[in-house]
């Protein structure tokens, strides 16, 4: 039985993982620690049932990395404690530099370049807890129909936490500080931008 820890719930992946994790036996999920920056219906709703892109270098950086950083620097004394040391960062195959040519078109620089960020944050800590048995991940989700997403993504946000979810679970020690690219079945080798196949994400 796991305990799971996921920041930014009130919409989108987050609140999906949320729902996903809920819906799954106690045998394997025991406790769901799901925070958000304000109250949200929706995360009300599920708590009781269940026991625009900004372009402000600044703001958008403090979101990603920053924030990212204080949260996992203010668990690690939670963390030592566990007897899987696991730690999932969301990502994007849009920080990626080597696939930069790629989304060249799309209008997000501070995303990319503060996920970017989050990449280099994430192996940064892989490097210095490994001794401590700790594995760290980055993992990009898909393009997600979230409000930050829109209506023309390419998948809904259930099934990118599912994705999510099967990754967490399968990681390994071997893994650390590796940014992973989640799978869906079909979208192996999808003509768009976009391919959901499971693999390690370029840096």
Same mark, same amino acid.
């Given at each position: @039985? ?15 993982? !949320? ?11 025991? #406790? +769901?620690?799901?925070?958000? &920056? ?13 026991? *625009? ?6 703001? !958008?950086?403090? #979101?990603?990395?920053?924030? !990212?950083?204080?949260? #996992? *620097? ?9 007897? &899987? ?11 990626? @530099? #080597?696939?930069?040519?790629?989304? %060249? ?62 990754? !967490?679970? %399968? ?10 690219? +989640? ?21």
């Amino acid at each position: @039985m796991s305990t799971y820890l996921i920041t930014g719930t009130s919409r989108g992946l987050g609140l999906a993982l !949320v729902r996903h994790l809920a819906s799954l036996p106690s045998s394997s999920v025991g #406790t +769901i620690f799901a925070t958000s &920056r304000s109250e949200h219906p929706s995360l009300q709703e599920l708590s009781q049932q269940s026991d *625009r892109i900004q372009d402000d270098l600044t703001e !958008v950086f403090h #979101t990603n990395v920053t924030g !990212v950083h204080n949260v #996992t *620097r203010a668990f690690l004394p939670l963390l030592r404690e566990g007897q &899987r040391k696991l730690v999932v960062n969301i990502s994007t195959t849009l920080g990626s @530099m #080597t696939l930069a040519p790629v989304y %060249k078109l799309s209008p997000s620089p501070a995303y990319k370049i503060t996920k970017a960020a989050l990449n280099m944050l994430t192996v940064q800590y892989a490097q210095d807890y490994e001794s401590e048995g700790f594995t760290f991940l980055a993992v990009s989700p898909g393009w997600l129909q979230t409000d930050a997403g829109g209506s023309r993504a390419d998948l809904p946000p259930a099934t990118g936490a599912k994705a999510v979810i099967d990754i !967490v679970q %399968k990681a390994t020690p071997s893994q650390n500080g590796k940014a992973l690219n +989640i799978h869906v079945p079909g979208w192996e080798e999808n003509k768009g931008l976009n391919q959901y196949d499971g693999k390690e994400v370029p840096w």
